[in-house]
């Protein structure tokens, strides 16, 4: 532990050479979270701890073991603490891209390399940064986020807002972060986060259906999530790829940059009007049949992109190998020691199956 604080520490200075001080803020903040935090264990044996936040630490155990024994995710010591937070999420996150086409802006950071988002603990600061990005005319996303892994170098904790997750958003949750904990590569954003969205989805699924039951009222919830998630991924992932047809066309008809903005507007407002009508017909979970409108740019657009526009890449795989998700997720760790595009790799073996 201390020689893992010891090399983040110094990854924190270095980067601060290039970043600012950025990044000694957050380690600054992670660092008071990591000292806050309570080991699970002594946390149960008290007898005034609340009846949610013990269910949801009993199920995070569970979880954990079926991670680590059945799909051969890294056997480390991530979520057995537990920090007490009094909001709901964890940070907010930034990311920015061009307007008229898409082009996401980028940090770079030791370790991890490129990334298109930036993190606070702060909200004020993560305000200020998008206004400093919209200074430069850029699209702004501003998103709350629950959980991050910190890639081995600290002991990720619980929080104590997760004590009101369904089971689903918790196994999925444990699982995507553990994904990352256990295959990362770097300056592989889109990769990274496609694969821990495959394996948390279906991991989430499998551990549930093993848990309760396949007639279990908590499997159907899951698969009505997910399906609903998979539908929303879908209708951005549409929209992407429309106004991405209308920025190469612009581009080759030589059109000004307002023409463009123009044009996407129409697009956003067409979508606009029909999505009420939409998540109606759509949706069957009551979160995504009541939700508002989303906050329509390329910013929030790439979020998609970046978590799900090749996961029929990781479906294929997965189909390739018996649907098995353990035997899915041993030729993804292959990947540690390959140095090829991967999923150049992935669609060998799949060729190969």
């Known amino acids: 532990m201390r020689k893992k604080a010891a090399v983040l520490l110094l990854a924190l200075a270095a980067s601060s050479l290039t970043s600012g001080c950025y990044v000694v803020r957050q380690g600054v903040a992670l660092l008071g979270h990591q000292v806050r935090a309570r080991n699970n264990e002594k946390i149960l044996s008290s007898r005034d701890v609340e009846g949610d936040v013990r269910a949801m630490m009993l199920l995070v155990q569970e979880v954990r073991d079926y991670a680590e024994s059945v799909l051969g995710l890294s ?22 891209c061009e307007k008229d086409y898409f082009e996401p802006y980028e940090w770079w950071f030791p370790i991890v390399g490129k990334v298109p988002y930036k993190g606070y603990y702060r909200r004020e600061d993560a305000l200020r940064l998008a206004r400093r990005l919209q200074r430069k005319d850029l699209d702004v996303l501003v998103r709350k986020v629950d959980a991050f ?80 998630s998979q539908t929303y991924f879908a209708l951005m992932l549409e929209l992407h790829d429309e106004l991405e047809r209308l920025y190469v066309e612009s581009r080759k008809a030589g059109l000004p940059k307002a023409e463009v903005l123009g044009a996407r ?89």
């Open 149 to 228: 892994s910190t890639l081995g170098f600290f002991v990720d904790p619980l929080y104590s807002f997760m004590a009101d997750y369904s089971m689903f958003s918790i196994a999925d949750l444990i699982i995507h972060e553990q994904t990352h904990a256990t295959v990362f590569l770097k300056n592989q954003v889109q990769f990274n986060e496609e694969l821990a969205t495959f394996v948390g989805w279906e991991g989430a699924l499998d551990f549930i259906r093993r848990r309760c039951g396949e007639d279990s009222e908590e499997l159907r919830e899951g698969r009505a999530s997910l399906a609903d």
């Open 265 to 353: 507007e129409e697009i956003f407002e067409a979508f606009r009007e029909s999505f009420p009508e939409t998540r109606g017909e759509v949706f069957l979970s009551e979160r995504f049949q009541n939700m508002e409108t989303p906050p329509l740019n390329n910013a929030y657009l790439m979020s998609f992109v970046r978590y799900g526009q090749d996961l029929d890449l990781f479906y294929e795989l997965h189909r390739s190998l018996g649907s098995d998700l353990s035997r899915t997720v041993a030729v993804i760790k292959e990947l540690e020691d390959v140095k090829t595009d991967p999923k150049a790799f992935l669609r060998t073996r799949i060729r190969e199956q």
């Open 75 to 96: 056997a480390d010591k991530n979520y057995t603490k537990l920090v007490r937070v009094e909001r709901d999420y964890l940070v907010d996150v930034v990311s920015a």
